[in-house]
Every structure is written in C-alpha cells, then in structure tokens.
C-alpha cells in the first residue's frame, strides 16, 4: 500500500514563496501527482512527475526525489487566489492515486 | 484535459433512499475512479470501474451499497444505496487517461441525507 505525509497548514505572504513537501512509503511507486482544490470546488491537477529533478509550470514547480521518498510543490510569487488546499498523491502505474490528507495553504496580505 | 459532467451537482436526500450519479467524459478513458470526500478531508477511494470488467472496491466498501455501472468509455454511474446521513459527502468520479496518464475529476456531487 502508499501512504502520504504532508503538513496539514502552511501560512505565506504574498508575493513570497512557498514550498509545500511530501513523503511517501510505498510500495511499487511509480510517479507524484499535485493537485489544488478551492473550497467547494473539485481537485485539479498541477503536476505530474514520474522522474527525479524539477517540473516547471509557470509559477509552480515540483520536484522529485525517488532515493529519498520525498517531493515537494514551490509556489512562486504567490498570489491570494492560491489560497486553496494542496495535495500530493501517488500511484503505482495503472492504478488509482492514493492522496495525502492535504495541505491548507493560506496567503495573506 | 478532458470535460467531465456530473449530474446531479447536488442533492439533499432522505434516509433509506437510493441516488445514482452520472458522470459523463467527453473523450473515451479506460480508466475510472470514484472517491469520496468528506468537509475538510482528503479524498478517500471507493472503486475502480474500468469498462468491460466489474467494479473493484477498496476496503469498507461494497458493491450492494455503492453499485457502480460502466456501459461504455465515457460514462459511468455511481449508486449510493439505502442511505443514511454517514453517507453526506462529496463524492468525484476521476477518470484516467490521456498521454501522460493523468488522473482527472469531475466537479463533484454534493450529497446530504437527512
């Protein structure tokens, strides 16, 4: 099975970065998913990495690292509407994500 | 991406009743998932519903409680049978495809059993 560690809040300025981690053990991984969610809305996908190093998308980026069990999601020159809660989610191929109990990320003034 | 629908966006229900939620794609998937999210919670798998093979539930759920039907490559429905007001929650399909494989959800349908 997986499971997902990741802190459940985080606080940030705006304008500032953010950088939002993820743990996970598991069992034949194969790739770390992040997805954002609004309250009241549905999760949608940020990222996607499979191999080890950084994705860029804009002013988000996440990372991997397979020897380390570890990846996070940096958000760049935040915004208010990026308050929202992160989550990271893994899966072993052709297999459903298994998420983390997310993070609640909040941007203030 | 791909366009998912679902319908309905919300319902308020009684106990003992039965509702069954459609999840439409506009392009064809091998792959679905339905979750189940509680307030402030993360999301919790229910089953696989991949066309052509009955539904694989997880752990805690069962296929009398919670029918799944996927007639076809772009649609599925979920039933939330006999319920009771345990079952209020969120509940996305997601379905998985396209050419990184990416796992995608619908918007939600909000339930609340009284």
């Known amino acids: 099975g997986q499971s997902l560690e990741q802190p459940s809040e985080v606080t940030a300025v705006e304008g500032a970065i953010v950088q939002i981690n993820c743990t996970y053990q598991t069992s034949g991984f194969y790739g770390l998913s992040w997805y954002q969610q609004h309250d009241g809305g549905a999760p949608t996908f940020l990222s996607y990495?499979?191999?080890?190093g950084l994705e860029e998308t804009g002013r988000f980026s996440s990372f991997l690292s397979r020897s380390d069990s570890y990846g996070y999601l940096l958000l760049q020159e935040l915004q208010m509407k990026d308050s929202a809660s992160y989550f990271c989610?893994?899966?072993?191929?052709?297999?459903?994500?298994?998420f983390g109990k997310g993070t609640r990320l909040s941007v203030i003034a | 991406s791909a366009v998912i629908s679902q319908k309905p966006s919300r319902d308020i229900c009684q106990r003992g009743t039965s509702l069954t939620i459609q999840c439409q794609v506009d392009s064809q998937v091998t792959m679905m998932f339905w979750y189940r999210q509680q307030p402030g919670q993360s999301l919790t798998l229910i089953a696989t519903?991949?066309?052509?093979?009955?539904?694989?539930?997880e752990s805690g759920f069962v296929i009398d409680k919670f029918p799944i039907s996927r007639p076809n490559l772009t649609f599925s429905t979920l039933t939330v049978s006999n319920m009771s007001p345990e079952d209020s929650s969120i509940y996305l399909c997601s379905p998985r495809g396209g050419p990184r494989n990416e796992q995608f959800f619908g918007p939600g349908t909000r339930l609340t059993v009284l």
């Open positions: 989610a893994g899966d072993s191929g052709n297999t459903p994500l298994v």
């Open positions: 519903a991949n066309q052509g093979s009955e539904a694989t539930y």
């Open positions: 990495n499979a191999l080890d």
